[in-house]
C-alpha cells in the first residue's frame, strides 16, 4: 500500500510538472501601431506554485521511505493538505470571474491595449486530476503499515534472547535455529519439553 501511495505522488508530481508546461490563458493585445498580438500564459507562469508543489511531492514520496510511524502520518497529512492547495490554483481559474487584468499584468501587456483574454482549461484539469492523485497517494501513506519492529530491537543480549526461547518454547512455538543453537549452548537438549523437577 505504501508503494503505490508513493508511485501516485511520483506521478501527481509529473502531472504537476506537465501542466505547468501547459497554456493556461492567452491574451490578446493591439497598441493600435502593428498587428494584434496574442501572448500564451503557462501554467509555471499563471500559477507559480505549480513546480515547487511538484518538488515538495517528489520530496514527500522519497521522505517516505524511512522514519517512524508518526513520521509517515504527519507527512501523509501535509500532502493531504497539499492536494486542498493544488485544487485550489485549480479551480480558481473557472471560478474567478475576470482573469484579464491578471493576464495582462503577468504578460507585461498595457490593460489599456488588451483586447481580450482566452482561458485554456487543459491545464487546470491536468492539475486537478494531480491533487486526486496526491489525495489518494496521502490516504495511502496513512493507512499504510508501518514495522513495529524497530531496527534498535533487532539486538537482544544474550540472557534476554535465552528467556524469549523458554518462554516461546513453554508456549509450543517452534524454536528458530539461533535459539536452538543458544539452548546447545547452555548444556540444554532443545528437542525435549523443558519438565525436568515438575
Do not use: C
Not at 76 to 97: D, E, K, Q
Not at 126 to 133: M, P, Q, R, S
Not at 164 to 170: D, E, F, N
Amino acid at each position: 500500500m505504501k508503494h503505490i501511495g508513493q508511485l501516485l505522488l511520483v506521478i501527481a508530481a509529473g502531472a504537476l510538472w506537465l501542466a505547468s508546461r501547459m497554456t493556461w490563458v492567452a491574451v490578446s493585445s493591439f497598441d493600435g501601431l502593428g498587428q494584434p498580438e496574442t501572448a500564451t500564459l503557462n501554467g509555471g507562469t499563471w500559477s507559480t506554485a505549480l513546480v515547487p508543489v511538484a518538488l515538495i511531492l517528489l520530496a514527500a514520496a522519497l521522505a517516505s521511505t524511512v522514519g517512524p510511524k508518526w513520521q509517515l502520518r504527519l507527512l501523509a497529512l501535509v500532502v493531504g493538505a497539499l492536494s486542498a492547495a493544488m485544487a485550489y490554483l485549480a479551480i480558481s481559474l473557472w471560478v474567478v470571474p475576470d482573469v484579464a487584468v491578471r493576464a495582462a499584468n503577468l504578460a507585461e501587456v498595457p490593460v489599456a491595449d488588451l483586447v481580450g483574454t482566452q482561458r485554456h482549461y487543459w491545464g487546470a484539469v491536468v492539475t486537478l486530476v494531480a491533487a486526486l492523485l496526491t489525495l489518494a497517494g496521502a490516504l495511502l501513506l496513512l493507512r499504510a503499515p508501518v514495522k513495529s519492529e524497530s531496527k534498535s530491537d533487532k539486538y537482544q543480549a544474550p540472557a534476554r534472547r535465552r528467556e524469549t526461547a523458554r518462554r516461546r518454547a513453554a508456549a509450543g512455538d517452534d524454536l528458530s535455529e539461533r535459539m536452538m543453537w543458544d539452548a546447545l549452548d547452555e548444556g540444554r537438549d532443545p528437542t525435549k519439553p523443558d519438565t525436568e523437577g515438575r
